[in-house]
């Protein structure tokens, strides 16, 4: 069968009008399905814990879970559609998601909650994964920062909206609802899919690797600094960014006496900070190069956590809201900027890169949000720990380490 390969573009133009499209929509919802998979269903634990006959505290293990499958999965996902290609894997990974969602929505018991929602990770994962892969196939350069800075928008929109609708979704209808309207989402992706894109990957641009040969790919990866760096600098915020959803609703509700429908409406109100810094973060790159934007970013997101710390002796929403703001800005310009100069050089590896940036992410994930709720602080102190810490040793290492991670070198496409 003929594959309907769209070729990489490199030129402004075509670049452009490709990203006015429906694929740069296509890939948006490709990546936001992961984050929207994971906090879409926060405010029904409490709801869910009754129901299962266990605390709420408990059913957080079902997030470290989904978070730790989503992570081990993209090593898995980002190679094989290296080899065979991006279609089959992003399909078939949706239809492992369709199947954890349902087992989701009928089960009985914590234990059986949380393997499904290990299978449900272990499906969208490769969504998540081969949206930036997909984008580095089809393009480069400033193209390919602006399509990965709408793509990194839809996956903070995705967190930010989703609780909202959680708990109308919970109030109305259940908290079963809330995984039939995932699985909805998820099956509508693939006939999109198929009608917007073909198949990326061409058969003469894919590399087979064997357990070995992996390993040597993973570790030339890890100790190639033009991937390091900016791939450690994105991770690092987003892994921030997860601790302050894990946070932030003890911190709004539990500090400072905010109620569930104002905390929804919070969160809503953060996507709009992230919206601005991933428009703007082409445009700065175009006028100042990726270095500066990411190292600005990196010092606004230090300096929201330095704000954070400053205020966490006497909360009140006014501070943590402004100091959240700065945070996201710098978050929102790392990020995308971070993410396209990290895949950027690996043309042919795209997939492997993109999965085990995806791998930092979810596992620096992972930890910040067990630092948040474990660290031995108050939850604002403890969350401006967090993002100070994560923002300055990126920000140290961009500015320390040489060779610069942005040296000439050739691109593998």
């Known amino acids: 069968m003929r594959e309907n390969f769209v070729p990489d573009v490199s030129g402004p133009s075509s670049a452009h009008r ?16 992961g984050p929207l998979s994971t906090t879409i269903v926060l405010p029904s634990f409490p709801s869910m814990a009754s129901e299962l006959g266990v605390s709420t505290r408990d059913l957080g293990l079902t997030l470290s879970a989904f978070f730790i499958s989503f992570a081990v999965g993209q090593l898995l996902a980002g190679p094989l559609s290296d080899r065979l290609g991006r279609r089959p894997v992003v399909l078939g990974g949706l239809a492992i998601y369709a199947l954890g969602t349902i087992a989701c ?5 914590l234990d059986g909650l949380l393997a499904a929602r290990i299978v ?36 903070a929109a995705a967190p930010g909206f989703s609780p909202l609708l959680g708990s109308a979704l919970e109030s109305h209808l259940g908290w079963r609802a809330t995984f039939m309207v995932l699985l909805a989402s998820g099956v509508a992706l693939v006939p999109l899919y198929l009608l917007a894109l073909g198949e990326t990957h061409p058969s003469d641009r894919r590399a087979a690797h064997t357990s070995a040969a992996l390993a040597r790919a993973y570790g030339s990866l890890v100790i190639d600094f033009r991937f390091l760096l900016p791939a450690a600098a994105a991770s690092l915020v987003v892994g921030a960014l997860n601790a302050f959803f894990a946070t932030t609703p003890s911190i709004l509700i539990g500090v400072i006496g905010l109620t569930s429908l104002q905390l929804g409406l919070f969160f809503a109100t953060t996507v709009i900070v992230v919206f601005a810094a991933g428009m703007a973060a082409p445009k700065l790159v175009h006028r100042f190069g ?7 970013g990196l010092a606004a997101s230090l300096l929201g956590a330095l704000l954070m710390l400053a205020g966490a002796a006497e909360p009140s929403l006014p501070m943590f809201a402004f100091a959240v703001a700065v945070f ?15 895949l950027q050089p690996f043309g ?17 994930s992972s930890v910040d949000a067990f630092l948040a709720t474990r660290l031995p602080l108050e939850p ?29 070198a050739p691109s593998d496409s």
């Not at 694929?23 to 990546?31: F, Q, S």
């Not at 042919?348 to 620096?364: H, R």
């Open 18 to 33: 490709r990203a006015r499209g429906g694929i740069i929509l296509l890939l948006a919802a490709l990546a936001a399905i």
């Open 105 to 109: 929505a009928v089960v009985t018991s």
């Open 120 to 155: 449900q990770a272990l499906g969208v994962c490769a969504a998540s994964v081969l949206s930036r892969a997909i984008a580095r196939d089809l393009f480069t350069g400033e193209a390919l920062a602006k399509t990965l800075s709408l793509t990194m928008i839809a996956m």
């Open 290 to 296: 990726a270095p500066a934007v990411l190292k600005a």
């Open 328 to 342: 996201l800005l710098g978050m929102g310009l790392v990020n995308p900027v971070g993410t396209a100069a990290a």
């Open 348 to 364: 042919k590896q795209a997939g492997l890169a993109s999965a085990l940036l995806g791998f930092m992410q979810m596992a620096l």
């Open 380 to 408: 604002m102190a403890a969350l401006g720990w967090i993002l100070g810490v994560s923002s300055a040793v990126a920000l140290f290492a961009l500015v320390a380490i040489r060779p610069s991670p942005f040296r000439a």
